[in-house]
């Protein structure tokens, strides 16, 4: 399989076993996956190597539990520019990157603008963030708020198919 990011790099069975596995446990030793893919230690370490520097693994991360940090609340907002005019994008997503309750910011094509994913307490402080500086942010003059009820379903990861070579 050829990708965008890097047209000459495909990868095998193998390869694409290996980020199934860690997507999986990030934290599964090498030996342990060495193991379950059929390689000895050193090929498979040398694999994952390649596969980080080709940035088909762009890092490891431990996976936190929102409600017990004080961030149960989960709120996505659809915020559209009133200009779309020069660098307001480029304003807009700069001064978005500095808001730490904003877990994703995505430029969408659609009715509005950008779908924003935020994590906070609760609603009362949810109401500060929409208010005080959502709304605030170079170009937004328009919002739509969801607030989730119940996440059904929230994951990174990405299907492997690890039979495609």
Do not use: W
Not at 17 to 41: C, P, Y
Not at 107 to 120: E, N, P, Q, T
Request: hydrophobic residues 45%.
């Amino acid at each position: 399989m050829r990708t965008s990011r890097n047209p000459q790099r495909e990868l095998d069975k193998l390869d694409r076993k290996i980020l199934a596995l860690l997507q999986a446990d990030g934290r599964m030793s090498m030996k342990d996956l060495a193991e379950a893919v059929g390689l000895t230690i050193t090929p498979c370490i040398e694999r994952v190597r390649r596969l980080e520097r080709d940035k088909f693994i762009l890092g490891y991360h431990a996976r936190l539990n929102p409600a017990l940090l004080g961030a149960g609340l989960l709120v996505f907002v659809e915020i559209s520019l009133g200009s779309k005019a020069g660098n307001m994008f480029e304003q807009f997503r700069r001064e978005v990157l500095r808001i730490p309750e904003v877990l994703e910011c995505h430029l969408v094509s659609g009715d509005f603008d950008y779908l924003l994913k935020a994590r906070i307490r609760e609603i009362g402080e949810y109401r500060r963030l929409l208010g005080d500086i959502l709304l605030q942010l170079p170009g937004a003059v328009q919002s739509k708020s969801y607030v989730v009820m119940e996440e059904v379903k929230e994951t990174l990861a990405i299907a492997v198919d690890e039979r495609q070579a």
